[in-house]
């Protein structure tokens, strides 16, 4: 199968600013990644230069035109929001504990860290909450990269959303997949939780996912993050210093994994702040007008997407690899 198939796509990215170090969820525009350490480990060596127009063309373009994982070890490469992935696996669709939602996207897939952690979580959420299992949201495209919409992050294959919502006792159709909304746990003033879905699993689903020594980060909205400051206070026992508030994320979670140790060209998050992110000075700006209902304005000069030249040189190795044989073809 040719690896680069021509598809049309909504071009859209919504753009966020705020305390991008406590999430990590940097903007298109951040800058590069530094150099990483002289690691002994096989990477993908960088190209001279990019070929004729990839250095122009939009990164996502490239990235979301192809369908199958590359070949070699698997590797995560860059930071979460600029980089690629190799040797990428796919979570199946279908589990004894989860269901992957809008399989059409062709997200379900990641180094094989993240699948092994959502293989391995679904089971203990589903024993923590009571609920038959997870539903799966995006991870990453088959080589990772920018994706054409929806996030900024995601591109490494360590990143994972998770809905607020427990898997259903039969198997849903694609259709339901593409179609079905997660749940908004979040009331109507956007500064508290809604009552009418909140619930104390949910507490259950996010401790969990938190408690696992190899997240890094659980983002999740304010008004969630101010409610677990709420009800557990100091009870937490070091969990809740990972989960950090960032924009949206009232349907899902979001859980990211720490860099592999066999990935030495992957950017470490930086580390939280030490504290739980329950004071008032860390929660208040979240909750300011200018958060919570900010003005959109047309820039006059929109922001320059990514292009191949501004990810780490090894991406275009990635991007022009031969597909892995072993990839299952739908």
Known sequence: MNTRVTASFVLSVLLAAGPAAFAGETTA??????????????????????????????AKQLFSHVELPSLGKAMAIGYYPRGCLQGGVELPVDGPNWQVMRISRNRNWGHPELVKFLERFAPLAAKATGWNGIMVGDMAQPRGGPLPYGHLSHQIGLDVDIWFMPMPDHRLSKEERDNLSASNLVAADLKHVDPKTWTPADIAFIRTAAEQPEVERVLVNAAIKKELCRVEDKKSDGWMDKVRPWYGHNDHI????????DS????????????????AKELDYWFTDNVLHPRITE??????????ADLPPACKTVLDAPANPKAVER
């Open 29 to 58: 525009g951040q800058a590069a990644s530094p150099p990483a350490p002289v690691v002994k480990v096989s990477a993908p060596l960088p190209p001279q230069k990019p070929a004729l127009g990839e250095d122009k063309e939009p």
């Open 264 to 279: 030495p060209n992957c950017r470490k998050q930086p580390p939280v702040p030490g504290s739980d992110g329950c004071s």
């Open 299 to 308: 820039p006059k000069h929109p922001p320059k997407p990514l292009t191949l």
């Open 254 to 261: 979001h859980v990211r994994l720490k860099c592999p140790a």
